[in-house]
């Protein structure tokens, strides 16, 4: 299945690669996370290939929230005042946490202050215009994405080291240690990793001059190939 996955990878990062992405900031910001997506599916092939697989499904997550994004911006292209909105509550919130820390050194301090000067007036005229945090849910729910939810907090699981991951990581009365996940699982976790790559790569055509048949020859090519692998 590695090598299956490992093709599905070259053939989604060559194309990625083809594109000429348009110039406007949306564009390129969507183009960056089809290419994040991309990158961390090679991540999981990796964690996968060196007995660190119960590991992969954080990066899945990852990867999960970046299509919702993905998609939501290619869908309308005033998402992306939603993510600007997203950043700056999130960049304000790290600043003032900083900032709040005995001891900070001045210059630091001096330095948070200039970035609050620029995340605050974005994050105040998203607020002026309706914008909220939307949650995970909401997202996925407007990306036509809702029915991944399930697979989401499967994913949180092993991300957020509940119980039942550490016990299936590494055991519960006599510990294991670079143990790997049962066969299905992670034939699972790379199959949902491939598919959201593929999905993300569906959506580049948004934000650049490649064709939606080429894209999509790819991604039924890349799905055959798993396919075969899985038969």
Same mark, same amino acid.
């Given at each position: 299945?590695?090598?299956?996955?490992?093709? *599905?990878?070259?053939?989604? +990062?060559?194309?990625?690669?083809?594109?000429?992405?348009? &110039?406007?900031?949306?564009?390129?910001?969507?183009?960056g996370?089809?290419?994040?997506?991309?990158?961390?599916? /090679?991540?999981v092939?990796?964690?996968?290939?060196? +007995?660190? !697989?119960?590991?992969?499904?954080?990066?899945?997550?990852?990867?999960?929230?970046?299509? !919702?994004?993905?998609?939501?911006?290619?869908?309308?292209?005033?998402?992306?005042?939603?993510?600007?909105?997203?950043?700056?509550?999130?960049?304000?919130?790290?600043?003032? =946490?900083?900032?709040?820390?005995?001891?900070?050194?001045?210059? /630091?301090?001096? &330095?948070?202050?200039?970035?609050?000067?620029k995340?605050?007036?974005?994050?105040?005229?998203?607020?002026?215009?309706?914008?909220?945090?939307?949650? #995970?849910?909401?997202?996925?729910?407007?990306?036509?994405? @809702?029915?991944?939810?399930?697979?989401?907090?499967?994913?949180?699981?092993? &991300?957020?080291?509940?119980?039942?991951?550490? #016990? *299936?990581?590494? =055991?519960?009365?006599e510990?294991?240690?670079?143990? @790997?996940?049962?066969?299905?699982?992670?034939?699972?976790? %790379?199959?949902l990793?491939?598919?959201?790559?593929?999905?993300?790569?569906?959506?580049?055509?948004?934000?650049?001059? %490649? /064709? @939606? !048949?080429?894209?999509?020859?790819?991604?039924?090519?890349? @799905?055959?190939?798993? +396919?075969? !692998?899985?038969?």
């Open positions: 299945m590695l090598e299956a996955a490992v093709k *599905a990878r070259d053939a989604l +990062g060559d194309l990625a690669m083809k594109a000429n992405v348009r &110039t406007n900031e949306a564009a390129l910001i969507g183009a996370l089809c290419l994040t997506i991309q990158e961390l599916f /090679a991540s092939i990796l964690l996968t290939d060196h +007995g660190l !697989a119960s590991h992969a499904p954080a990066h899945v997550r990852t990867m999960l929230e970046a299509l !919702a994004d993905v998609r939501n911006l290619a869908n309308a292209s005033a998402y992306f005042e939603q993510m600007k909105f997203d950043d700056a509550r999130s960049n304000l919130k790290l600043f003032e =946490g900083y900032s709040a820390i005995a001891g900070m050194p001045q210059d /630091a301090i001096d &330095t948070l202050k200039k970035w609050t000067a995340a605050q007036p974005v994050f105040d005229a998203g607020k002026m215009a309706g914008y909220k945090k939307l949650q #995970i849910e909401q997202k996925l729910k407007m990306a036509g994405l @809702e029915q991944e939810y399930v697979s989401y907090g499967f994913l949180c699981g092993f &991300t957020h080291n509940q119980l039942t991951a550490i #016990i *299936a990581r590494h =055991g519960k009365h510990l294991r240690y670079l143990h @790997e996940p049962p066969y299905e699982t992670m034939v699972g976790v %790379l199959g990793g491939m598919s959201i790559a593929g999905k993300a790569m569906q959506k580049l055509p948004s934000f650049s001059d %490649l /064709a @939606e !048949a080429d894209v999509n020859a790819v991604v039924d090519k890349v @799905e055959a190939i798993w +396919g075969a !692998a899985r038969a």
